[in-house]
């Protein structure tokens, strides 16, 4: 049975991994958000994540330094650690790289890694090498959040807000110009920057739900739905697209709110808000844009495009 | 410069992190052991490890079913805890696997992986899954140790016994034979076992360091010197290896201690011990061998072979 004839990676790791879940008081959230959870001290919860790229899927040798590849591969776990609310503290590195990389190579790519480590307070502190055909690397991350500050996938409720941090798309648009060989605006993709751990924690102060974009708001929203257990309607025509990235849409003669929808590795925040809290966060932080409604589950998940009811595809699957 | 060029893999992970370790007292042992050690409460410290297994290198799928796969990358992370003297509590796992992969071999593979998770009490509490063209499975993965029981490489002392648990070189000839084609006994290294972490505290309260087999005694004795600031002599005729790996040898035409030296993947135990700690450990705990002696530093590393100084060469490097 192929991966696709089940629903893709998603589906296949609920497969695999249910009824699995056991009773243990000191893990609060287990397998489905974008960290786990565990009891750690009293104000404060541990979050524990993991992300693997891989040469030719999340990058590309013939555009991506190695010094970007290096903060990519930071960047994309200190964006799940801040999308629960909290603040990213541990990482250790393992990797796979060919025989014959160069010194060079491998001081370009700790130049990245430590450039944004240091940037998100974050200590390197182990790791392993080892060697293959293809350059994978992996992070995995520790982090710590208030216990009152912890937001979660399944938090939203009906009447909240939808909203997304920062502008979205960018990163797929520079992945299609790269693709295609054509120039224009590509340092969303090479270099994607996570949002702050301070202002994860300021949208958490008002926010129900939170999560990171890494596979597109269509998927992110979809995440929130089954795990909030209610519908949602997404804005088309509210979505926040770059300047950069209508242009390069333009000149590939795609739909830049495809690559919002359904591209991927954005690394902006999805969060639900109660309407009367989104003059309280605008005070604080501002680099937002409501771009939908939490909606009761009967009502579905759906896309108001050009006021009319549409339905939303899938985001970015490895499988699919 | 070719990593080659720097001596190998550990010299190269040495040069990359110099001087990046931050004074951090949260921080109780950064790069250069089995686990990172971090403050944890008040009695405990939290361990935290990583290792990636690469097909062709780790394992190859002509001879490993995904279930032995599943089960070894658990193990090879069991074994760094318990080297510590730790008991493993919960895991991520990131893979990336082909696109073709079929979902029954994935439901073998988590069998494998699940089934040695519950015999060493571990949970796996999340994880990423991508694809590329080689399987890669990485786990990242915590323990707690009692902050008394604590084992380091650092920890050896002038006059300490080294010890071995059980036996060594298995994984190496059953790789071999593999490798050859040959038939024989090959469960030593399709289905390595770590060490349990009941065994691994039972050591840890006699032992002053400890470190697990992963790249041959070797290679685990010379960390022990350099980080313990000592020297040692191993007893080349003393080293303990079980019948199948001596029968394995003489069928393909090797030295069986060159396994135990310098092969890898055995995941038993090395650890240094006052003399008269020795009886006291095997009234609790007898699968072991005394193999040598902890020496002052201008002593240097060598191997009593036939009553005679050798130098000893290096473990596995993936990059020597």
Redesign the interface.
Known sequence: ???S??GG?FA??E???AG?N?Q?KK?IV????D??V?HHTKNSYLL???????????FSLKWSTPKQIGMKIMECNVSDIVSMGGTPT?V?????IR??????F??EF?EGL?QSADFHGV????????????Y?F?I?M?GDVEKQFLRLRSGAKVGDLICVTGTLGGSTAGLKLLLKGQSGYTKDHLEPKARTAKEGKTIARYAHAMIDVSDGLASEVRHICKQSNVGARIDFEKIPLSENTIESARVLGFDPYDFALYGGEDFQLVFTIKPENIAKLKEEFSDFTVVGEVLGKEQGLYMLKNGKKTEIGRGYD??A
Do not use: P, Q
Not at 48 to 56: A, G, K, Q, R
Not at 123 to 134: F, K, Q, R, V
């Open positions: 049975m192929k991966i004839d089940i990676e296949l790791i497969r695999l991994t699995k056991k243990d893990v287990g397998i489905g958000d960290c786990a565990l524990f994540t993991t992300d693997m790229m891989v040469e030719n899927d999340h541990y250790l590195l393992s990797m796979s025989k014959d990389t160069s010194v060079e491998m001081e700790y430590y200590a390197l502190i182990g790791g392993d090498s080892t060697h293959g055909t293809e994978v992996n995995a520790l490895h499988f």
